[in-house]
């Protein structure tokens, strides 16, 4: 990787701002998912063995202006056990108060600041709010992967003040994401499901180019099977996306792989009838909510033979246990093909949790929206902020 790590700066006796997302779901006053704040301990940890005092900063949902409801306190609780050592929560996350606190870390403290988006300014990228936030520290460890993909203040605008570098998890999930589109193993499979076609048109693309299979499921593959003439019923189907449908069809020709059998629903409902049909038989008033099993016994074998394999997108409606079954056999045949496996999406990671093999696929991507517009090639603001490396020579 050409961009410096925590690893490349030396952060003893440093006042260090960690940007992570700390994005977590939060009721009564208590965190109940700490996935997220687990995610960052290795570099927080680091950190702190190292000698650094930090002050870690995040944003938590959608307020546009302070409102307790949306405020990191619970986080800084969780924070504080997990790390097994007090987490100070600052008032605010900018300001002369929070620039006394930060100022008066010693190392080994921690200071948690407030949501940054109780500012506005932090969305619009806004660099007189990047430069307060700079102010309370030496140098900038960014290790929040799931807001790459947005140029906030926080992530892009504050490079323009202190050097930002990449935290361990940033890291990783470079390392993974851009060994699919770089040098992936051979063969290189990639499954893709979800709702709609719509949302992953670039990720389709990116990915016919560079894999040598792409298995197609979940309801974007209605569309594909309705652009290919087969009726689909009351299937959801984007009729806007059917002429794009045709035109991957075309470029993908024998790499795109189309379900052959699909598990029928006579209503969208966990209770709803349920029958294994063949494509072409897809009765009116009926819809597709799964792939089939000769379908899965199809995609299996191709994920047996595979030695890079990503995953964006469930094969099915899998929160509905009728439908769930292509998307954890798929899930199984995954986590047993011995490949480099790569899974992302917020579906689809907790898909893959639901089927038990999370701890048996090699990398799981904590970031939804960026890893999709990661594997779609683009070049994410938060990573493009990240100091290069200098180039040895
Ligand atoms: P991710 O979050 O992993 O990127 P998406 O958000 O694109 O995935 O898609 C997940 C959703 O797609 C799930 O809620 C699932 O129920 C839905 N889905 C999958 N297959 C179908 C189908 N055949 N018809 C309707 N919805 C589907
Ligand atoms: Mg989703």
């Given at each position: ?25 939060i ?30 900063m995040s944003h938590l949902g959608r307020p546009k202006k302070p409102d307790p409801a949306f405020s990191l306190r619970p986080v ?13 929560m600052a008032p605010d996350c900018v300001g002369?108060e929070v ?13 948690l600041l407030e949501n940054l988006r109780f500012h506005p300014e932090e969305e ?5 709010f990047?430069?307060r ?261």
């Amino acid at each position: 990787m050409n961009k410096m790590t925590v690893r490349d700066v030396d952060v003893r006796g440093r006042r260090v701002l960690v940007r992570v997302d700390f994005n977590v779901p939060i009721a009564d006053g208590k965190v109940t998912d700490d996935t997220r704040i687990r995610a960052t301990l290795p570099t927080l940890q680091y950190l702190l063995d190292q000698g650094a005092a930090l002050i870690v900063m995040s944003h938590l949902g959608r307020p546009k202006k302070p409102d307790p409801a949306f405020s990191l306190r619970p986080v800084a609780e969780r924070l504080s056990e997990l790390l097994g050592r007090p987490v100070q929560m600052a008032p605010d996350c900018v300001g002369p108060e929070v620039e006394a606190m930060a100022a008066a870390l010693q190392p080994g403290q921690v200071l948690l600041l407030e949501n940054l988006r109780f500012h506005p300014e932090e969305e619009k990228n806004d660099p007189e709010f990047a430069s307060r936030l700079a102010r309370l520290g030496d140098l900038c460890v960014n290790d929040a992967f799931g807001a790459a993909h947005r140029a906030h203040a926080s992530v892009e605008a504050i490079a323009r003040f202190i050097p930002v570098v990449a935290g361990f998890l940033m890291e990783k999930e470079i390392r993974y994401l851009s060994q699919a589109l770089t040098n992936p193993g051979r063969p290189f499979v990639a499954i893709l499901g979800g709702a709609k076609i719509s949302d992953k048109i670039g990720v389709i693309e990116s990915l016919l180019a560079r894999a040598d299979r792409v298995l197609i499921g979940g309801g974007m593959a209605n569309t594909f099977l309705k652009a290919m003439g087969y009726r689909v019923g009351d299937s959801l189907v984007e009729d806007e996306a059917l002429e794009t449908a045709r035109r991957l069809l075309q470029e993908g020709g024998e790499r795109l792989m189309l379900p052959v059998d699909v598990v029928i629903a006579d209503a969208f409902a966990p209770d709803a009838r349920a029958r294994v049909v063949p494509v072409d038989q897809v009765p009116d008033g009926w819809r597709i909510l799964d792939i089939g099993p000769q379908t899965v016994a199809r995609y299996a074998e191709e994920i047996r033979r595979a030695a890079f394999i990503v995953w964006n997108g469930p094969m099915g409606v899998f929160e509905f246990p009728r439908f769930a079954e292509g998307t954890f056999a798929i899930a199984r045949a995954v986590a047993e093909s011995g490949a480099v496996s790569i899974v992302g999406g917020g579906d689809s990671v907790a898909a893959v949790h639901a089927a038990g093999v999370a701890d048996r696929i090699t990398h799981i991507s904590t970031g939804g929206g960026a890893s999709l517009e990661f594997l779609e090639g683009r070049t994410l603001p938060g990573i493009a902020a990240l100091a290069d490396r200098p180039s040895s020579s």
